[in-house]
């Protein structure tokens, strides 16, 4: 989950059923009101992300965006298992049933190249590979590049998203090297710290190491 912080708050992915709240709490912790909260942002539609995004919208109002393909998904239509092996998949099954949050609808669809006024300009970068409608968000203004899950940082290396719960690796290498293009200072992960030296030539030189 991360916020950003200017006269409308957006937030970017929700973490897990039950998390709104602890999300609305953040919100009010830095003296502002969940009716503040402008847009919500999710980059795809693992449960991880998406489990508060329902209550964090019943209660502020903010909008929804996510990738056009997704939407269905975050519907409750279709659902995929994103485990990557069946027999895994079959097994936390009732586990991620049980963790599957309320339903929501998404008011802004968003595609590669669409941009929302967020920071200056907040343009998406479709980054499948993880998911089939991944986004990244890049901020040109801020020199922000926030992946999601396209990629990991581990042990002070760039990695590709694990193929456990990723459905196509070879798109995550060609959204890899699609967002090496991208001019940026510092690149923001889901689940690792950002790198704030020298993103872009790390991100560039993994890209050209991949085959």
């Not at 200017?6 to 969940?34: C, F, M, Y």
Request: hydrophobic content about 40%.
């Amino acid at each position: 989950m991360l916020l950003l912080l200017e006269e409308q708050i957006t937030v970017i992915d929700a973490g897990w059923k039950g998390h709104g709240k602890t999300v609305l709490n953040t919100v009010s912790a830095l003296g502002r009101a969940p009716e503040e909260i402008g847009h919500i942002v999710s980059t795809h539609y693992h449960l991880d992300h998406i489990g508060g995004i329902a209550h964090i919208k019943k209660h502020s109002g903010g909008r929804v965006a996510a990738h056009e393909t997704e939407i269905p998904y975050l519907q409750g239509i279709g659902l995929p298992n994103p485990m990557q092996n069946p027999i895994i998949g079959l097994l936390l099954a009732p586990v991620l049933a049980l963790l599957r949050p309320e339903q929501f609808g998404v008011d802004l669809p968003l595609s590669d190249g669409s941009r929302l006024d967020i920071l200056g300009g907040m343009d998406i970068v479709h980054s499948p590979g993880h998911t089939p409608g991944s986004i990244s968000l890049n901020f040109p203004e801020q020199g922000l590049l926030v992946v999601g899950d396209a990629l990991e940082y581990r042990h002070g290396k760039l990695q590709l998203p694990s193929r456990y719960v990723s459905s196509n690796m070879q798109h995550a290498k060609e959204s890899v090297r699609k967002l090496a293009q991208l001019n940026f200072e510092v690149l923001c992960f889901s689940h690792f710290p950002p790198i704030k030296k020298n993103a872009a030539q790390l991100l560039s030189q993994f890209a050209d190491s991949l085959d």
